[in-house]
Each structure stands twice: as structure tokens, then as C-alpha cells.
């Protein structure tokens, strides 16, 4: 009932930047916070910054000043930008939803994980 596109990925070197796209489409009634999150191998998925319906917004210390995490309420689309990309930055970035759906049959408010796009700074 709730489905991801994810787009923006890719490699870039130390310094660059990238812009991430998480379309959210489905039976949607709301979406309520949205955020992004990055997992590199062998260790946990970690929250990068998110952003409430309200539109504020949330950033791990590790890229406040680089990262801009925004929202399009009515494309269902969060964006992050990242700027000054650096080796560490590299992982693989899954877009999250706080969503309420319903069709005939059912309703529900649950959290979804977007398929995770990769993104590798190396020089």
C-alpha cells in the first residue's frame, strides 16, 4: 500500500555533492515525518536527519552545515541535499515515512523504508 522511488545516488568525490529524491506513492492519506537514514556494512542504520510535517527539520551533528533534508507535501517527496561529501559520508541511504494509508478494506499509520540508494565519496 505505500511504495518508494528512490533516486540521486552515486559516486562522487571528496568535497562534491549529491541530491537524494524519495518519492512516497500509494493509498496515502498523510505523511507525517519523514527522514533519511544511512547503513554502512557491519553496522547499524543510523539516522542522518529528518523533518516533520511541520517542516522542522533534524540533523546528526556529523553533517549539520552540509546536509539540507526538505520536502515537497505535494509531490510526497523528500530531498536531501548533501554538500562537502566526504570518504565517511559513504553508505547506503534509505529514505523513511511516517504514513497513513487506507483503502476499502483497511486503514493503518505505520513507518515504511524506502530500497536504499548507495552513495560512495572516493577520490
Known amino acids: 500500500q505505500v511504495e518508494f522511488a528512490e533516486s540521486g545516488g552515486g559516486f562522487v568525490q571528496p568535497g562534491g555533492s549529491l541530491r537524494l529524491s524519495c518519492v512516497v506513492s500509494?493509498?496515502?492519506?498523510?505523511?507525517?515525518?519523514l527522514g533519511w537514514y544511512r547503513q554502512i556494512p557491519g553496522s547499524q542504520r543510523e539516522l542522518v536527519a529528518n523533518?516533520?510535517?511541520?517542516?522542522?527539520?533534524f540533523y546528526v551533528d556529523s553533517v549539520k552545515g552540509r546536509f539540507t533534508i526538505s520536502r515537497d507535501n505535494a509531490k510526497n517527496t523528500v530531498y536531501l541535499q548533501m554538500t562537502n561529501l566526504n570518504p565517511e559520508d559513504t553508505a547506503v541511504y534509505y529514505c523513511?515515512?511516517?504514513?497513513?494509508?487506507?483503502?476499502?478494506?483497511?486503514?493503518?499509520?505505520?513507518?515504511?523504508w524506502g530500497p536504499g540508494t548507495q552513495v560512495t565519496v572516493s577520490s
Open positions: 523513511n515515512a511516517d504514513v497513513s494509508w487506507s483503502t476499502i478494506a483497511m486503514a493503518a499509520r505505520d513507518t515504511y
Open positions: 500509494g493509498n496515502i492519506v498523510k505523511i507525517y515525518g
Open positions: 523533518i516533520d510535517d511541520d517542516g522542522s527539520a
